[in-house]
């Protein structure tokens, strides 16, 4: 199955500024969810934008959806380092059950 | 909170044997998923359920099977487990298509 492309692969910032990631996907979605992974452990699920929403925010959480770029971003504001964790992006694509996920991209938050 | 639950954190198997890894949620939730995670692969799907009893090829199912016999437990099964095989296991549940995925904290399986 196709995947998304997050972008970059890795950052490394200081802790209290803000991460931006993102996401590129190739066919028509319903939404777009982001989820988070800390090492060696399973995923949580952090935000679902549906494909007619363009900005969504969550605590210090912002995700906005531009359906023509086929593109989406997720910013982390006030960075902490518990936020230290890879990030992935998933799409349903045309499937009611499969999502296509993005290879992810490693934040390291650094005290 | 949705809870989905993995049998074991780190299993340690050997080439020929037949391993079982379980997963058991306890939101009622209709779909259930098993994927596998391997540097630089990602997330790929081996196999899902969406009712009991059903199950469906995800992008990568030779060499697995599936058991679905009640709604909150979703087996994978490697019949003859290969070294190929070592990875991490993610197990996930759904409420319906389009909603976010739970997963559990995911099995580190080695074949030796």
């Known amino acids: 199955s196709q995947q998304g492309e997050e972008d970059p692969q890795a950052l490394s910032i200081q802790e209290g500024e803000n991460a931006t990631m993102n996401c590129s996907y190739k066919t028509s979605i319903n939404n777009l969810q982001w989820y988070r992974q800390n090492s060696g452990r399973g995923l949580v699920h952090l935000i679902l934008?549906?494909?007619n929403e363009r900005e969504k925010h969550s605590g210090r959480l912002r995700v906005t959806l531009d359906t023509s770029k086929k593109s989406s971003s997720l910013l982390i504001t006030a960075s902490r380092a518990a936020d230290t964790a890879s990030y992935f992006c998933a799409t349903d694509g045309d499937s009611n059950y499969q999502l296509i996920w993005g290879a992810g991209t490693k934040l390291i938050i650094k005290p | 909170d949705v809870k989905v639950t993995q049998s074991s954190r780190y299993l340690v198997k050997r080439t020929g044997e037949k391993v079982f890894l379980e997963c058991v949620q306890d939101?009622?939730?209709?779909?259930m998923f098993w994927y596998r995670q391997d540097p630089g692969l990602g997330l790929r799907l081996i196999y899902f359920s969406y009712d009991v009893k059903m199950k469906e090829k995800g992008d990568i199912p030779e060499g697995y099977s599936v058991s679905r016999e009640k709604k909150e437990r979703f087996s994978l099964i490697l019949e003859s487990a290969s070294t190929n095989q070592t990875s991490m296991y993610l197990c996930?549940?759904?409420?319906?298509?389009?909603?976010?995925?739970?997963f559990g904290d995911g099995t580190r399986l080695s074949i030796l």
């Open positions: 939101m009622d939730h209709e779909n």
């Open positions: 934008i549906r494909s």
């Open positions: 996930a549940s759904q409420a319906g298509g389009g909603q976010p995925q739970h």
